[in-house]
């Protein structure tokens, strides 16, 4: 199994400002992932972060509105840039150990924006 | 890409009985299905998942069925009890290679004691 860790677990920040989570996991694995849970929702796939590369964004996310890193297989962050109301969500880590296993994820950062 | 529907939303049952939910899915190269339970103010955790190479699985008050001709999927939870009170997510994906599961919109499971 992985444990991954996140922080912070939770900040309020103003509009327009940014912040940056991190993920670190305890182990090697091969693919980490951004997710978003808006209240109440379901989990959507904001990029999946790639080692020493460009994230690779889904549709509705940006680089510039969301710059991620991972330049190593145990560390990741995520950036909420130019942040507005809107962005106040759950921001999730998630790890995969091995392509088609287990997703294991973060506890969680809980972002609002006043 | 692949596209997750699952229902109900709210599942309300007294405890004891049996709570199903059920999801579909459109890509039928998907091979791997897990299912995630999520606590208030919790990470989700696989609670069970199935492969596409089997038709149920079982782990103690928990089973997973899947029907690969009709592309659904169901997980069964018997002898409910307050502590499952939980939100549940079906996903599916590809294994192998790019893992991107796609999740469900999640099941609200209440058991009243």
């Known amino acids: 199994s992985a444990v991954i860790s996140q922080k912070p677990s939770r900040d309020i920040c103003q509009r327009g400002t940014s912040l940056t989570i991190q993920c670190q996991v305890d182990?090697?694995?091969?693919?980490m992932f951004w997710y978003r849970q808006q209240p109440g929702q379901s989990l959507t796939l904001i990029a999946t972060a790639n080692q020493g590369s460009e994230a690779t964004y889904e549709s509705g996310f940006v680089i510039d509105k969301f710059p991620i890193s991972r330049p190593n297989l145990t560390f990741s962050t995520l950036t909420v840039s130019n942040m507005s109301p809107e962005d106040s969500s759950i921001y999730l880590c998630?790890?995969?150990?091995?392509?088609?296993?287990?997703?294991?994820f973060g506890e969680g950062s809980r972002l609002t924006v006043l | 890409g692949e596209n997750v529907e699952q229902h109900p939303s709210t599942l309300s049952v007294q405890e004891g009985d049996s709570a199903v939910i059920k999801c579909t899915y459109s890509d039928s190269a998907s091979n791997y299905f897990p299912w995630y339970k999520q606590e208030l103010g919790k990470r989700p955790q696989l609670i069970i998942d199935i492969r596409s190479n089997v038709g149920e699985k079982k782990d103690q008050r928990i089973a997973v069925t899947l029907n690969k001709t009709a592309k659904h999927f169901s997980l069964h939870i018997t002898e409910t009890q307050p502590e499952d009170s939980a939100v549940y997510f079906c996903?599916?994906?590809?294994?192998?290679?790019?893992?991107?599961?796609?999740f469900g919109r999640g099941t609200s499971l209440i058991v009243h004691p």
């Open positions: 996903a599916a994906n590809l294994s192998g290679g790019s893992y991107i599961p796609t």
């Open positions: 998630s790890a995969v150990q091995r392509s088609g296993g287990e997703l294991f």
């Open positions: 182990s090697q694995v091969t693919m």
